[in-house]
């Protein structure tokens, strides 16, 4: 069976701390893996990766592939109140003939304290 | 470009009951996924189309959830009857493609089963 697994499912930190989170899978088909932001309701994009050792930055954000350990991580640098949010990780699973379905994980809970 | 719709936001039912809800994607967008995300859970796909044929519904409960896409653009989410675990937000993303790496999502429908 597929699965996404995230750790913690929950961190509370200060501003400006430095955090790290995990996510690894077990898919059958492996295409690419996705970081969302969950605010309120609708999941927002924030990285697709692809290939292994390939760091995708975007301002304080950035997040590392490894293929072979079937991991990655997202860290955010100097955390801000606006950084609080459930941050979710996806697999994009190939299929055969119609592209793709998502799984995701069940997501890390972050609390930034002013 | 207008982002994918979703009505109604709230919903709240007694158990037995009936519900519907309605998605409208992207223009263009020829794969539409519907997913139940329950509280302190990640996104599940109920299910998924291509166009107007569904393309993966495996973890739709097909006793009481019904969905469909007729024309290819609009779809609707059906359960009949209602049981209290199907309380969550359901959320609908739309894709240029199966093999699009990126899910643009709605603002969801959150549902309350009493």
């Known amino acids: 069976e597929d699965k996404v697994v995230q750790s913690p499912l929950s961190l509370v930190v200060h501003e400006g701390d430095t955090v790290t989170l995990n996510c690894s899978y077990e898919?059958?088909?492996?295409?690419?893996l996705l970081w969302y932001k969950q605010e309120k309701k609708a999941p927002t994009f924030l990285f697709m990766l692809t290939s292994s050792g390939i760091e995708k930055k975007s301002g304080r954000l950035s997040s590392i592939l490894d293929k072979k350990e079937l991991f990655s991580i997202l860290n955010i640098t100097a955390t801000q109140t606006g950084d609080s949010a459930v941050y979710l990780c996806a697999v994009a699973n190939l299929r055969d003939n119609y592209g793709q379905n998502f799984v995701f994980g069940p997501g890390t809970r972050l609390s930034v304290l002013p | 470009e207008a982002g994918v719709a979703q009505s109604p936001r709230y919903k709240i039912i007694e158990k037995r009951q009936s519900v519907a809800f309605w998605c409208n994607p992207i223009?263009?967008?020829?794969?539409l996924y519907w997913y139940q995300q329950i509280l302190g859970q990640g996104p599940k796909l109920l299910i998924q189309f291509q166009n107007n044929g569904v393309v993966d519904d495996s973890q739709l409960p097909k006793d009481r959830f019904s969905a469909e896409r007729l024309k290819g653009v609009d779809s609707t989410l059906k359960i009949q009857p209602a049981k209290l675990e199907d309380s969550a937000v359901y959320l609908c993303?739309?894709?240029?493609?199966?093999?699009?790496?990126?899910?643009?999502f709605g603002p969801g429908t959150r549902l309350t089963v009493t």
């Open positions: 223009s263009g967008h020829a794969t």
């Open positions: 898919v059958t088909n492996f295409r690419s």
């Open positions: 993303a739309s894709s240029w493609s199966g093999f699009s790496y990126e899910q643009y």
